[in-house]
């Protein structure tokens, strides 16, 4: 299980502290969204945020490319030391090409799906990618709620994860908190982006641990049914 708290929450006046304060919370990975203006109705940070933040923490920067050109700044964020890219399917016919890219550039290959985007757009690359990033908000702003229409495409990519025995890891973003957490867990997700529950809880180490415990205790959940079963 990932808890990856998204900087996007962050204090912007003071983006390396924040980035040592989820660092010394617990969490695994630090999410980066990257937003262009265009994609979507808002603009974030750059490549040199990325570049910045590299050595102050131990955390996989996982930057998440709400961008309509992900191949401007694909090198730039390579550069930068970032641990993945993750681009989003609704790219289209430009998908295939921008996760070779990915890939030659030695990071972890993401695509990533709008809630309202079918599926079924993303069965075509599954074989080629590391994490499939699953938006539980329309991208473009933190702080918004959960859409719980999201959940069976959750399970429909835990299925077929199972089915053709891939390893993509499932990645929810929006709306994440202790709750929807679990919800997610229970329909198959394993990594999980959280910026306002996690940026904005006094305690970010007891919210990352909470938040930890409470998607562990889902999948042992799930283990000890199994075993039930095949006893
Ligand atoms: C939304 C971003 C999310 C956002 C999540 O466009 O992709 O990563 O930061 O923030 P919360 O957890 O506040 O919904
Ligand atoms: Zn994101």
């Known amino acids: 299980m990932i808890i990856a708290p998204s900087m996007l929450a962050g204090d912007f006046g003071r983006l390396a502290w924040e980035a ?8 695994d990975w630090l999410h980066l969204d990257i937003m262009d203006g265009h994609f979507v109705p808002n603009i974030s940070f750059g490549p040199e945020v990325a570049r910045v933040l590299r ?11 709400m961008c309509c050109k992900p191949e401007v700044v694909l090198e730039a964020f390579a550069d930068a030391g970032v641990d993945s890219l993750t681009i989003h399917v609704e790219l289209g016919d430009r998908v ?6 990915i890939r030659s550039l030695g990071r972890k290959v993401g695509l990533a799906i709008n809630p309202p985007t079918s599926i079924s757009q993303v069965q075509p690359y599954l074989d080629k990618i590391d994490v499939l990033l699953v938006m539980t908000v329309n991208p473009g702003f933190g702080g918004q709620p959960f859409i719980h229409e999201v959940l069976p495409k959750i399970e ?3 299925l077929w994860r199972r089915d053709q025995k891939l390893l993509y890891r499932i990645e929810v973003d929006g ?7 679990v919800e997610c867990a ?15 809880h006094r305690q970010m180490g007891r919210a990352v641990r909470r ?4 998607v562990e205790a889902v999948t ?12």
């Open 20 to 27: 040592q304060r989820a660092d010394r919370a617990g969490a």
């Open 156 to 158: 429909h990519a835990a």
């Open 186 to 200: 229970k329909a198959g997700a394993d990594t999980f982006v959280s910026g306002t529950a996690l940026f904005k």
């Open 211 to 214: 938040m930890r415990e409470a």
């Open 175 to 181: 709306g994440i908190n202790l709750q929807t957490a």
């Open 55 to 65: 050595p102050l923490t131990r955390l996989k920067l996982d930057v998440h490319l």
């Open 220 to 231: 042992k959940q799930a283990g000890r049914k199994q075993d039930d079963l095949s006893k």
């Open 96 to 101: 295939t090409q921008l996760l070779w890219k």
